[in-house]
């Protein structure tokens, strides 16, 4: 079955969301590990929705999923500049967006909550997007012919396994 991604598509078509990426393609042009553009946020898009599917996970939503995906890292940039904490200047600019893109109130509140967990792997108390969200951004590492293995805190051998 098809599913409608009239807000999603909307999200990406927004001149901030296209904005955010270029600051972000710029600043890791030079990057050897994992970058953080439009790609990474697609992987960890269709990687959580999988892995909520795989767990009869269906409350979210396929919109919700996506957009918190599409927007987790978008500050990314900011973080590069100040040092602030990406997830929470993600979950700030993720704001607006929603808005400006049809979410409701309560979509919104799950997404931004899922952003701002998204990097707590370890944590129990984690929201169930927040979950999807920390897994999938491990697992949409393509590890396996990377050639900074070596030198990324994130490798180990179990990386370069394929899960979703
Ligand atoms: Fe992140
Ligand atoms: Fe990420």
Redesign the pocket.
């Known amino acids: 079955m098809l599913h409608a991604m009239t807000r999603v598509n909307k999200l990406l078509d927004h001149k901030d969301y296209s904005l955010y990426m270029e600051r972000i393609n710029h600043l890791e042009k030079e990057r050897i590990f994992c970058k ?1 553009g439009f790609e ?1 946020g697609l992987g ?1 898009a269709r990687i959580a929705y999988s892995y909520l599917l795989e767990k009869g996970e269906v409350s979210l939503g396929k919109e919700v999923i996506y957009a918190a995906a599409l927007l ?2 978008i500050g990314r940039w900011v973080e590069y500049q100040t040092g602030e904490d990406h997830a929470e200047v993600s979950a700030r600019l993720a704001l607006p967006l929603l808005k400006e893109c049809g979410f409701s109130p309560e979509d919104t509140q799950a997404i931004v909550v899922g952003i701002k967990e998204h990097r707590r792997h370890h944590d129990d108390d984690l929201s169930l997007l927040g979950e999807a969200l920390a897994i999938a ?1 491990d697992w949409a590492r393509d590890c396996r012919y990377c050639s900074a293995q070596n030198q990324c805190y994130k490798f180990s051998p179990a990386m370069k396994q394929i899960v979703y």
């Open positions: 953080h990474h960890v987790h890292d951004d």
